[in-house]
């Protein structure tokens, strides 16, 4: 695969220049005489509607969704899309329900909901877990995911690829929220405009130059088997995608884990009012159910090229140097078909999307530690502007360690055809369930117990654990028959982690429920949350979009059955 040309560094470091640029300007033109935590970390105030979606997606959007969702199109089809489509939904489900607490309650990092509705034991316990799950899981497969396509495209050592995007990351974290609030509006623009100039070039491909609305007929002809959005339990990937569990069971709580309580996302709506960051919500709805056309649709169609031999991409394109398939590869070999310029341009909306998604997680890391441990456990007394330079040491921190993760564990987890995606999802997914147990039953149940969310953390983690590792103990073949034990590619029966999600979820419901009777029995007193049903109105634009968002969900499900 040929590197990059002198001509598409130049177009990189033009984009490069803007966004610098734009970032010292918004830093210098909103910054505040003092400096203020909450405005550092939460942009209190400042960041607009479009702002906060736009965010959102150039947040969320990052190496897992252009490679690795792009890589499991090419290994499971249009059926991943699942998780972006459903993610619109939750949006909406955070947006109405979840949204409206949080700010009612002054709610201004997820540990701090937890010490509010339970006690500091709880909140520490889940900060440490975040941390960890933030650098060890999120942190560092962007950055090595990212390094990775990165490298790809451009013949750049792997390793110079993971230090260059770092530095680039923590030179955008340190301006606060508000620097990445508004350099995200700019990195979302390249970030589409790149990813529709890939999907414009696969269909063109594929349909000889005769334009991608006949690219996408043939597309949809020739990989028939790649369209189909619900597995059946007949189907190689159903392990990662189990039928109906996309619809009713565990991707629900996947998403609304994410989406709802999760300080790297719902930060960007904390510091704004309730129509601003319902509006900033809606918007990144919209903009969801538009990236399987950027990530996913590539993914598919190098499928295509490579099982027609159309030309362009070679089988032998996206191997590794053992000679195993790597479907990370597939977004990378596209990208190389792109002309002089546009190769840069779609090397810059890569990289804007790694760096922004890195800058936002850096963000989340530095507000937990400083405001929920490094002021509670260790200077209570802290000024606001020593929590500032905390805030910055730890961003500088959090991307050395993950750095050094990338390094030393990159390959061994994500790399040799492995699925980056899936590798995400399945490893955060040891802890979701036991997240959004403890969250929804402290919004919408007030006898919930501080030992009952207890259970849920370190409970459902201890479940989770346990269930991966069940068939290397038990023979799981006896449920396969009740569709709960699927074989995996050795033939060894395992339960798909989707459906391990839902099992541990509601575990920790029944645990939770019981744990919280039996204490109220014996007279424990719980911490309640102002809440009232006045609180979950909505507008009526907000509901139009909403239910257009809804309308096209039915309509995606109802054509790719």
């Not at 489509?85 to 409206?100: E, R």
């Not at 169609?301 to 032998?316: D, F, L, M, S, T």
Request: proline residues 2%; hydrophobic residues 55%.
């Amino acid at each position: 695969m040929s590197g990059l040309h002198k001509y598409d560094y130049i177009v990189f470091f033009i984009y490069f220049i803007i966004v610098s640029s734009y970032g010292f300007w918004i830093y210098y033109k909103k910054k505040t005489a003092s400096a203020d935590s909450k405005d550092y970390f939460l942009a209190e105030g400042s960041l607009t509607w479009w702002a906060i979606g736009a965010s959102l997606i150039a947040s969320n959007i990052s190496a897992e969704q252009m490679i690795g969702m792009s890589g499991s199109g090419f290994k499971l089809g249009l059926a991943i899309s699942a998780y972006e489509w459903m993610a619109s939904a939750t949006l909406i489900i955070v947006a109405v329900f979840f949204m409206p607490v949080y700010l009612k309650n002054k709610i201004f990092t997820m540990p701090q909901f937890l010490s509010q509705r339970y006690n500091e034991k709880v909140a520490m316990i889940m900060a440490v877990f975040w941390l960890m799950l933030y650098i060890v899981v999120n942190l560092m497969s962007i950055l090595y995911l990212g390094a990775l396509a990165i490298s790809g495209i451009s013949g750049l050592d792997l390793t110079a690829c993971i230090l260059a995007l770092a530095i680039f990351a923590i030179f955008i974290t340190l301006g606060g929220m508000k620097v990445i609030g508004y350099t995200d509006v700019i990195q979302v623009f390249f970030l589409i405009l790149g990813g529709l100039v890939a999907t414009y070039l696969a269909l063109n491909l594929i349909s000889g130059g005769e334009g991608i609305i006949k690219g996408f007929g043939v597309l949809r002809t020739g990989a028939s088997e790649h369209f189909h959005l619900i597995f059946k339990k007949d189907n190689p990937n159903y392990m990662d995608l189990p039928g109906l569990s996309v619809l009713i069971g565990g991707m629900w709580i996947a998403n609304l884990s994410y989406w709802g309580c999760n300080q790297y996302i719902t930060q960007r709506a904390l510091g704004a009012s309730l129509p601003v960051a319902r509006a900033g919500l809606l918007f990144a709805a919209f903009l969801k159910m538009l990236m399987p056309v950027i990530v996913v649709i590539p993914g598919i169609a190098v499928y295509y090229i490579v099982k027609e031999n159309v030309g362009g991409i070679k089988a032998g394109d996206l191997l590794t140097a053992s000679g195993v398939e790597d479907p990370n590869k597939a977004y990378p070999a596209l990208l190389g078909l792109l002309p002089i310029g546009l190769k840069g341009l779609s090397f810059a909306a890569l990289t804007a999307a790694i760096v922004a998604s890195l800058a936002g997680k850096a963000n989340s890391i530095a507000t937990i530690f400083t405001l929920d441990i490094y002021k509670k456990a260790f200077n209570p007394g802290a000024g606001e502007r020593t929590m500032v330079n905390v805030g910055k040491i730890t961003v500088v921190v959090s991307m050395l360690m993950a750095v050094v993760l990338s390094l030393i564990v990159g390959d061994a987890l994500m790399g040799e055809g492995k699925q980056g995606f899936q590798y995400i999802q399945e490893y955060t997914g040891f802890v979701s369930p036991g997240i959004f147990a403890m969250f929804i039953l402290g919004f919408f149940w007030k006898k919930t117990t501080s030992n009952a969310a207890l259970f849920a953390t370190i409970g459902g983690f201890i479940v989770s654990v346990l269930l991966k590792f069940l068939p290397g103990w038990v023979d799981l073949s006896g449920l396969h028959e009740y569709g709960w034990a699927i074989a995996n590619s050795t033939g060894v029966f395992e339960i798909p982690f989707m459906d391990r999600m839902l099992i541990v979820f509601a575990v920790c419901i029944l645990g939770m429920y019981l744990i919280s009777i039996y204490e109220g029995k014996k007279g424990v007193v719980t911490n309640g949350l102002e809440i009232d049903a006045k609180m979950f109105r909505v507008s009526t634009s907000f509901a139009v979009g909403a239910l257009i968002i809804f309308a096209m969900i039915v309509a995606l499900y109802s054509a790719f059955w």
